[in-house]
């Protein structure tokens, strides 16, 4: 039976992705946890989160998890949702934050001189609700997903990636950003798969049988 770790640091609706995984994975074991050693013992690790990067940073810390999500991002399939993409990076505006520099790059807000539509109306950030997904490089993870899918968001921050090829999706917000990242065991997206109807349930049905 495979193990798959729900990363439970005290940041986020965890059982909403739990409870995606279960149904398109039913007979797996979705355990979340903030035990380093049960998430070492997982085979595949999934990492949430929602809210303020500063805030999930310290949360990481205080409950030393830091050291195991560090092992798992290093040799087991890993997946990062929302503030999941954006604490594996080098830094952020938020804050300003260190991250957990997994992978090169660093974390934007949307500039609040250039949140506006073609027509010339104010967009409004955090950027939040159904946004298109167009697939920039082909990953097992886009398996079944048309391209141009449609995904739900609620950011404020983006991901500025300096890992060539890393980038693998982009939305259009005001400018394209990148909202999905790979690179070897690891693939992390910016939007919410478990709140992302069909589409969001294939791509975690596509993580749970990934071999990378």
Not at 10 to 38: F, I
Not at 59 to 69: D, F
Not at 178 to 204: D, M
Request: hydrophobic share 40%.
């Amino acid at each position: 039976m495979t193990h798959i770790a729900v990363v439970d640091y005290g940041m986020g609706n965890l059982r909403s992705v739990a409870k995606a995984l279960e149904h398109v994975a039913p007979h797996a074991q979705v355990e979340v946890t903030g035990d380093p050693d049960r998430i070492r013992a997982a085979e595949r690790v999934v990492f949430p989160g929602q809210g303020a990067m500063p805030d999930c940073m310290r949360e990481l810390e205080q409950r030393k998890l830091r050291p195991a999500l560090l092992e798992a991002a290093r040799d087991k399939p890993f997946l990062g949702l929302c503030i999941g993409l954006q604490m594996l990076f080098e830094s952020s505006e938020e804050g300003p934050t260190t991250g957990l520099a997994v992978l090169p790059g660093h974390v934007r807000r949307f500039p609040e001189g250039r949140m506006y539509a073609p027509g010339g109306e104010r967009l409004k950030v955090p950027h939040m609700g159904w946004n298109q997904v167009v697939q920039t490089a082909r990953h097992p993870l886009w398996k079944g997903i048309p391209d141009g899918a449609r995904f739900y968001f609620v950011h404020s921050f983006y991901v500025e990636a300096r890992e060539s090829g890393a980038a693998v999706a982009s939305s259009h917000y005001a400018f394209d950003f990148t909202c999905a990242v790979a690179y070897r065991n690891i693939f992390a997206v910016q939007f919410h798969p478990e709140k992302s109807a069909l589409s969001g349930l294939t791509l975690l049905g596509n993580f749970v049988h990934w071999k990378p």
